[in-house]
């Protein structure tokens, strides 16, 4: 048992190169029937929620989004079943029915409604609900069709991201929270360490009985909506989310270690601490390292290591503000949409005459105002220091 939960180290990679709808669904069904089969989760008459990555609204060849494909391979194992699936998720930007509509058909996800069967959720009604089982946060707002689910099954896009170092299995369940909820967590919990713990209660809370990474092709760079695809040819199976972060930083080339949410999930005994520690189940040669390239508003300098240990702690916070990044808008590109102030959790975005402003006293750095904003016009500025030090 893990924090009160079982779960299994056992994950599963499967090679695929390709979003061809065959390939895919082969791919998934031998993965799954390497752990037990779907039928070993999904029982005749359930609900089970897809919950895939729908951060925005963008075509599946951008690589920002989880592929149809992915989604529909699932969707169709889960009706063989006997049960029903529901496609659920609560992307960033504007909270109303019509924006969410938009996300589901750019996304691809009425599409595979329409060829599934499966359902897509337009319910925008929440819950709280009390978690015992956290270690921070014992209470959770979130969407009813996700708590009125009989199974969730999980289905995250491999991502760099500029908070988190990564987006992939525990991150994507911050989804389950409806509309901009999300941005009242984010200004609340500004400090990276302590997102990260509520990142790992939420997953806890939610408790997804499967997850599956599409890591076919990931998004590297200023992600996890401006950066690059980049071709990885895998996907991940396992009832382990924690488990899947450490592979999935890994197999990007970071140290799991210096990701916040994986060394939180360590210090509960929900991760492993090794690569050896992993039951890979079939072959582990289907794994292979494909090196992304970061973020630029990452810090990729750790004080506490080295020669860092001689500065005094007291003058740390002045040498991190020095260092801290601050947003540019670009006006060559910006179409003054008014996304970034509408998603900005501390409000500190005017719209001028020319471009956005943003309020640096006020700006917590969640950089949510890049990830949602659909030209790109975002971009991340160091100061003169942090640009010598992080080689920006």
Same mark, same amino acid.
């Given at each position: ?75 169709? /194992?889960?009706?063989?079943? &006997? ?50 089982? &956290? ?70 809370c939610v408790n997804p009985a499967l997850t599956i990474v599409d890591a076919v092709v990931g998004m590297e760079g200023e992600g996890p909506s401006a950066g690059k695809p980049k071709k ?61 390239? /970061? ?98």
């Amino acid at each position: 048992m893990k924090g009160g939960l079982a779960l299994s180290d056992a994950v599963v990679i499967e090679k695929c190169d390709n979003y061809d709808i065959e390939n895919v669904r082969e791919r998934i069904k031998e993965g799954l029937q390497l752990l037990g089969g779907i039928e070993k989760w999904v029982k005749p008459g359930m609900t089970v929620v897809l919950k895939p990555n729908l951060l925005t609204r963008k075509s599946p060849e951008q690589a920002v989004t989880t592929h149809p494909h992915i989604v529909q391979a699932v969707a169709e /194992l889960i009706q063989k079943a &006997g049960a029903k699936a529901v496609i659920v998720d609560s992307p960033g930007g504007p909270d109303s029915k019509a924006y969410l509509r938009s996300v589901y058909k750019t996304t691809g996800m009425e599409e595979v409604a329409g060829k599934t069967g499966a359902i897509v959720s337009y319910n925008p009604q929440k819950v709280e609900l009390k978690f015992e089982g &956290g270690s921070q946060f014992r209470k959770f707002t979130l969407l009813k069709t996700i708590v009125e689910a009989d199974l969730v099954i999980n289905l995250p896009k491999l991502k760099t991201h500029g908070l988190t170092l990564i987006s992939c299995a525990v991150k994507n369940l911050y989804g389950t929270i409806p509309g901009l909820i999300k941005g009242e967590y984010h200004l609340n919990l500004a400090e990276i360490q302590h997102f990260s713990s509520f990142l790992i209660d939420l997953a806890l809370c939610v408790n997804p009985a499967l997850t599956i990474v599409d890591a076919v092709v990931g998004m590297e760079g200023e992600g996890p909506s401006a950066g690059k695809p980049k071709k990885t040819g895998m996907i991940f199976i396992s009832e382990n989310p924690f488990t899947l972060d450490y592979l999935a930083a890994a197999t990007i080339g970071l140290e799991p270690e210096k990701i916040a949410t994986v060394v939180e999930s360590q210090k509960r005994g929900l991760c492993v601490k090794s690569m050896a520690e992993i039951d890979f189940v079939g072959t582990k040669d289907n794994h292979g390292t494909v090196p992304y390239q /970061l973020p630029k508003s990452i810090k990729q300098i750790d004080f506490t290591d080295g020669l860092g240990r001689r500065i005094p702690k007291w003058l740390l916070p002045t040498i991190y503000e020095w260092l801290k990044p601050s947003l540019k808008f670009n006006s060559s590109v910006c179409t003054k949409c008014g996304i970034c102030k509408e998603s900005c959790p501390p409000a500190a975005i005017t719209l001028d005459e020319i471009k956005p402003v943003v309020d640096s006293e006020k700006c917590i750095r969640c950089y949510c105002c890049q990830e949602l904003c659909p030209k790109h016009a975002v971009e991340i500025s160091y100061p003169w220091l942090g640009r010598i030090l992080f080689r920006r």
